[in-house]
């Protein structure tokens, strides 16, 4: 028999009951289940999941290689920096020494601007010039009998008497004998006449040895060149032999004198072809002087310039030694 709706409608009303009962039996279940769970057993569960996912993790994470360190493609860094990085620790480094750049050169160019291109700023040290010998030798010894011996000294001084020829010294000018040659405003310095031909027996045209065949040397002395010098008095040369008799000697020019109208001198720029002056001594040397060394001292004299620093041997004056053999 067919049941009527009514009856149907009361029979799923009391299995709903049956069902939310048993539901809420199952939840009254549940509620005691975690009441009678330990705290400890809760932390050994939050332990073992952590263990788990980082587990996990670990097997989804790739491997690193040392490669990474130079270029890492999962974050794009190179050399452990990204472009990014790169881009502005270098414009960093570019502004920086731009900027020092900039400061050395603006303090170069300051410093610039207080120097003179034909004087130095300072030379009080040396205000007293001294003197040199060619050929440039402080013992000179040598057999006069084997030119090999002494070609070396006799190359030296064809060196240095090149500038002095009488045909490049004839371009030069005739300066008033005995007076400065000043110019501080002539914008092209005139530079004045020392033929080598006034060297005479020791310029090297007469005899090619320059004395050294016959073992009687020719000694070249100049005095080094100092900007702005004036020298005051009649300055010349004057030559000793420290021995107990006196040596021989021939000067040329035969006054031994270092004219004033070389003087002042205007430095290597502006007097370019300027040429010092020269004084030439022959040592005539005997046959008793053969075989034994010569000590001979050379000072600058007639002067104010010193020659007598006991601190420096070389200041306006020279010593050197001299030994031919036979």
Known sequence: MSSSPQEQNREQKEEQKEEHKEEQKGDVKEEEVKKDVKPEDKQNQNEERKTEKWEENKKEEPKESWKDCIYNPRTGEFMGRTASSWGLILLFYLVFYGFLAGMFCLTMWVMLQTLDDNVPRYQDRVANPGLVIRPHAAEISFNRSDPTNYNQYV???????????????????????????????????????????????????????????????????????????????????????????????????????????FFPYYGNKAHADYVQPLVAVQLLLSREDLNVEQTVECKLEGTNLRNDDDRDKFMGRVVFRVKVSE
């Open 155 to 261: 190359q030296n001084l064809q060196e240095l008497l090149q500038r002095y020829n009488d045909s490049i010294q004839e371009r030069n000018d005739l300066c008033m004998v005995g007076e400065y040659t000043e110019q501080d405003n002539e914008p092209i310095k005139k530079v004045c006449q020392f033929k080598r031909s006034m060297l005479r027996q020791c310029s090297g045209l007469h005899d090619s040895s320059f004395g050294f065949a016959e073992g009687k040397p020719c000694i070249i002395i100049k005095m080094n060149r100092v900007i702005g010098l004036k020298p005051q008095g009649d300055p010349y040369i004057n030559c000793t032999a420290k021995r107990a008799s006196p040596l021989r000697m021939q000067y040329y020019p035969s006054e031994a004198r270092l004219d004033k109208m």
